[in-house]
């Protein structure tokens, strides 16, 4: 035998509340940016490069090279030497190597006032240098609340083949203000910084 419960419309409508209530209790994800690069003040970028040319030179910045494993839009710790983990409910709201690209570029930018700037794609324009940038290994150690990373600069003249002008490799290691997803990505930042300022001075004195 089988017993069959009616439930009318006012349980009907309290049911559906209720399903409502379930779903919406979920915390909304956490969209991350990296915060933009701090601005030098104006004498000091003025003072980078005295007497800029009336044309300017064109650097061609490669996209920033990062590790494979953090190219995901999960956020990426490092838990320990073997193993990553995530921020909870925490997600990049753009590809990570892209927004690291772009603030790098924004970095040096401020650096290099004398120059303009172009992608890999930098159209019938033909640049005086070419940039690459590896950031690798670029690791937020949770436990000890610090981005380590590696720094390989490449600067090279645009000919065929392309000539190597200067290298320099730096490792990097910076504190965190935070125990958060959003002091990871300050460290990031700051991280730019800090190889934006080690790339200038490779540039303005290169010759081609």
Not at 29 to 49: H, N, W
Not at 106 to 115: D, E, M, V
Request: glycine share 4%.
């Amino acid at each position: 035998m089988k017993l069959l419960v009616k439930t009318g419309p006012l349980a009907s409508i309290a049911l559906a509340a209720l399903v409502a209530a379930c779903a919406s209790s979920s915390p909304a994800p956490v969209l991350l940016t990296l915060p933009p690069v701090t601005a030098i003040p104006a004498a000091a970028a003025a003072a980078a490069v005295p007497g800029a040319p009336a044309s300017a030179p064109l650097l061609a910045v490669r996209r920033v090279a990062i590790p494979e494993y953090l190219v995901a839009r999960r956020v990426r710790y490092r838990a320990d030497a073997a193993t990553l983990a995530e921020w909870s409910n925490t997600y990049w709201a753009e590809r990570i190597e892209i927004g690291v690209s772009r603030e790098f570029v924004s970095a040096l930018r401020q650096q290099l006032p004398g120059w303009a700037m172009c992608d890999t794609n930098c159209g019938d324009q033909v640049p005086a240098l070419s940039l690459q940038v590896n950031l690798v290994p670029m690791d937020y150690v949770r436990g000890a609340q610090k981005l380590q990373a590696r720094a390989r600069i490449t600067l090279s003249g645009t000919g065929a083949p392309a000539r190597v002008l200067d290298t320099k490799e730096l490792s990097v290691e910076i504190a965190s203000n935070a125990d958060t997803a959003q002091g990871h990505a300050q460290a990031i930042a700051t991280l730019i910084e800090k190889v934006a300022a080690e790339a200038a001075p490779m540039i303005r004195n290169a010759r081609p």
